[in-house]
């Protein structure tokens, strides 16, 4: 069965940062293309990035020039570096596979943007 554990959100004033990452247990990394993705409150859940097998970024537009993936198979972990944030990116974060599974689903790590 797999899993993904997502961690390092948090509160976070306006114009900072945050590391998010995310383990995967009962899946094996570097056969996948992978993604973050989050969900704001009211809103549906939206991809944010993704990072294919070969290691080639895209964003969506909204973070471009200020969200970073990255991933180290050794390590079954994807990362998402979050700079400038802003109000608007409050939300909680997923990561999955790319296209998302909708069964591999974990319980996402909150992030809050407020002065």
């Known amino acids: 069965q797999v899993h993904f554990v997502e961690s390092g959100g948090g509160l976070v004033q306006p114009g900072g940062s945050l590391r998010l990452s995310c383990t995967g247990s009962?899946?094996?990394?570097?056969?996948?293309?992978l993604g973050w993705y989050r969900q704001a409150p009211g809103k549906q859940r939206e991809l944010v990035a993704n990072?294919?097998?070969?290691?080639?970024?895209k964003y969506v537009d909204f973070v471009k020039g200020r969200f970073t993936i990255s991933r180290d198979d050794a390590k079954n972990t994807v990362y998402l570096q979050m700079n400038n944030l802003a109000p608007e990116d409050t939300a909680v974060f997923y990561c999955?596979?790319?296209?998302?599974?909708?069964?591999?689903w974990g319980q996402g790590t909150q992030v809050t943007v407020s002065s």
């Open positions: 990072i294919a097998r070969s290691g080639s970024e």
């Open positions: 999955n596979v790319y296209p998302e599974s909708s069964t591999w």
């Open positions: 009962g899946i094996i990394f570097r056969f996948y293309h």
